[in-house]
């Protein structure tokens, strides 16, 4: 047992990340249970495929049967829950899914960990740890001056998408208070960074802009996020789960607010810089589109409870962590052409042809 860490949804975005800085980071073992979704992607993690320390499992979390094999199988010391359906544009054509996943799929793991937490020695028992990785979406929408999200702002959550996270949360945290299972819980902003499926704003507008594409832009533009380049938002999660308070919910932000009209314009800038224009520039491909239905205008975090008492603060700034994240996207020709075919082209017309 004594060092391997169960990470669900590792095949995604943030779970990949995640996991190849874990394993860099450490002696430690990784079981990375995926049902390879679209959002699913095992190249991200071909550098450690044949890593003895690494297994890869393909299953579905909410297949209870699986869940108890494996983890009376691999005896993990904490489970890292990353897997979920992640967009609300999908959330909103098809929120089926999304409770499915989100809201079923986490009521199974936390039943099948607590039956395993519940079995295990005593100090075993102490030192095992739950850490939900969860989204800032579920407090809902922010006034231009009202302030920042906190850990004890009141749920909102606007969307299906943030519906479902809002339910997983509140689902951990009574597994912790009723039956003492040592949860954590973070709320993280927006992530951007290698990796990251383009149907999200950043890699969307980095791949459009390159092959001179419309860069949609949903209503005025004037909607605001939080963003954190995804290297931060690992570390973050590390720290939180050797160091966090059990029981305990964690805020995780950037610092970085940021209108998407700017987010887009300063993408157009670097990828005019980065990849030459033939004297076009690229901000002249924007096309303001029809906007999300319930579109939140505002989240920003307070990311003062993790920095105070964990040390935890972002290393990257946007500016320079946002070069380096089109820079990724201009040198993996092959990633992008593996995860833009078939169901990808599918979505951008099914979503966007209007
Ligand atoms: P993603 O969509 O890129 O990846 C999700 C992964 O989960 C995929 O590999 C997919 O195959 C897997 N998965 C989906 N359903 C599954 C199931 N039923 N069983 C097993 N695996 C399943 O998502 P992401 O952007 O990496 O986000 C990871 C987590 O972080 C999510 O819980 C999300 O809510 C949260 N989060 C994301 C962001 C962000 O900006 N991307 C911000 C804050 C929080
Ligand atoms: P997204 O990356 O989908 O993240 P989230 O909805 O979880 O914040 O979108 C970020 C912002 O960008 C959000 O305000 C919606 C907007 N957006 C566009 O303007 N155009 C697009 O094509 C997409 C995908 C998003």
């Given at each position: ?84 359906e992640s967009h609300v544009d999908r959330s909103i054509r098809g929120p089926e899914d999304f ?138 999660i590390a720290t939180v789960l050797h160091r966090g308070q059990v029981g305990q919910t964690y ?83 092959d990633w992008v052409r593996d995860v833009t075919s078939g169901s990808y082209r599918q979505w ?7």
């Open positions: 047992m004594e060092n391997t860490v169960l990470v669900t949804g590792g095949a995604g975005f943030i779970g990949s990340n995640f996991i190849l800085r874990w394993m860099e980071s450490g002696p430690a073992s990784v079981v990375n249970l995926d049902k390879l979704t679209y959002a699913g992607n095992l190249h991200n993690l071909a550098s450690i495929a044949d890593d003895k320390r690494y297994e890869f499992v393909h299953g579905d979390i909410a297949d209870r049967v699986l869940l108890c094999s494996l983890l009376d199988r691999r005896k993990p010391r904490a489970v890292v829950h990353f897997a979920a409770i499915r996943t989100n809201v079923d799929g986490t009521f199974a793991l936390l039943e099948e960990v607590r039956a395993y937490w519940v079995g295990l020695e005593e100090r075993k028992r102490g030192d095992f740890r739950f850490l939900h990785v969860s989204t800032d979406e579920v407090y809902g929408s922010l006034g231009p001056k009202d302030p920042p999200f906190s850990e004890v702002t009141p749920y909102a959550p606007n969307s299906p998408y943030a519906a479902s996270k809002a339910a997983s949360d509140h689902l951990v945290r009574a597994y912790h208070h009723t039956y003492g299972l040592p949860t954590l819980t973070t709320n993280c902003s927006n992530n951007y960074g290698r990796f990251q499926f383009p149907e999200k704003l950043i890699p969307l507008i980095i791949l459009n802009a390159l092959n001179g594409k419309p860069l949609p832009v949903y209503g005025d533009g004037q909607n605001v996020r939080d963003w954190l380049y995804v290297e931060d938002h690992c570390e973050a805020n995780i932000g950037g610092w970085n607010e940021k209108r998407n009209i700017d987010i887009v314009e300063t993408i157009c800038h670097i990828v005019d810089e980065m990849a030459g224009n033939g004297g076009t520039a690229r901000r002249s491909l924007i096309t303001f589109v029809k906007d999300r239905p319930g579109h939140d205008r505002r989240y920003a975090m307070d990311a003062g409870k993790i920095e105070r008492e964990l040390g935890w603060r972002p290393r990257e700034t946007f500016e320079s962590a946002i070069r380096k994240t089109v820079q990724w996207y201009l040198d993996n020709e951008i017309e099914t979503h966007y042809s209007s």
